[in-house]
């Protein structure tokens, strides 16, 4: 089984690469599926994250010591719908079958862990747009 990386993927949905006949069709299929599942999200009111995530790192007592932008391109988007798609059918078989579960529920966050957080933020970390709490 052959895999590809983001960076070809993306070079394949901009044309400068070919996914080979095997790889071609269900790459297309995938794309249309991850571009039809985003717009769903959008309308339907789900956050629109930034184009950049950052990873970060920390030293031994949990302070933020480096983060560094990354680029979340098609081939990211690709896989994070994809991915959120399958846990919802997942979620629907079981509760349709009444199966017990284990899931996470994200809690909204405190605004003093929100305030901790953008306090020890590096300034340099936040140029793509100004970092604030939620209200």
């Given at each position: 089984m052959r895999g590809f990386s983001y960076e070809q993927v993306d070079e394949i949905f901009s044309g400068g690469e070919r996914a080979g006949e095997a790889w071609g069709e269900g790459l297309a299929a995938a794309r249309a599926s991850a571009g039809a599942l985003g717009a769903r999200r959008e309308t339907s009111g789900a956050i629109r994250w930034s184009p950049w995530s950052r990873s970060s790192r920390l030293d031994r007592s949990g302070n933020l010591v480096d983060a560094v932008g990354v680029a979340q391109t098609e081939s990211h988007r690709l896989i994070e719908y994809l991915m959120i798609a399958a846990n919802?059918?997942?979620?629907?078989f079981l509760e349709a079958r009444r199966i017990p579960a284990l899931y996470r529920v994200h809690e909204r966050p405190d605004g003093a862990g929100v305030e901790r957080l953008i306090s020890s933020w590096p300034r340099w970390a936040?140029?793509?747009?100004?970092?604030?709490a939620a209200p």
């Amino acid at each position: 089984m052959r895999g590809f990386s983001y960076e070809q993927v993306d070079e394949i949905f901009s044309g400068g690469e070919r996914a080979g006949e095997a790889w071609g069709e269900g790459l297309a299929a995938a794309r249309a599926s991850a571009g039809a599942l985003g717009a769903r999200r959008e309308t339907s009111g789900a956050i629109r994250w930034s184009p950049w995530s950052r990873s970060s790192r920390l030293d031994r007592s949990g302070n933020l010591v480096d983060a560094v932008g990354v680029a979340q391109t098609e081939s990211h988007r690709l896989i994070e719908y994809l991915m959120i798609a399958a846990n919802e059918q997942v979620a629907r078989f079981l509760e349709a079958r009444r199966i017990p579960a284990l899931y996470r529920v994200h809690e909204r966050p405190d605004g003093a862990g929100v305030e901790r957080l953008i306090s020890s933020w590096p300034r340099w970390a936040c140029r793509r747009r100004p970092c604030r709490a939620a209200p």
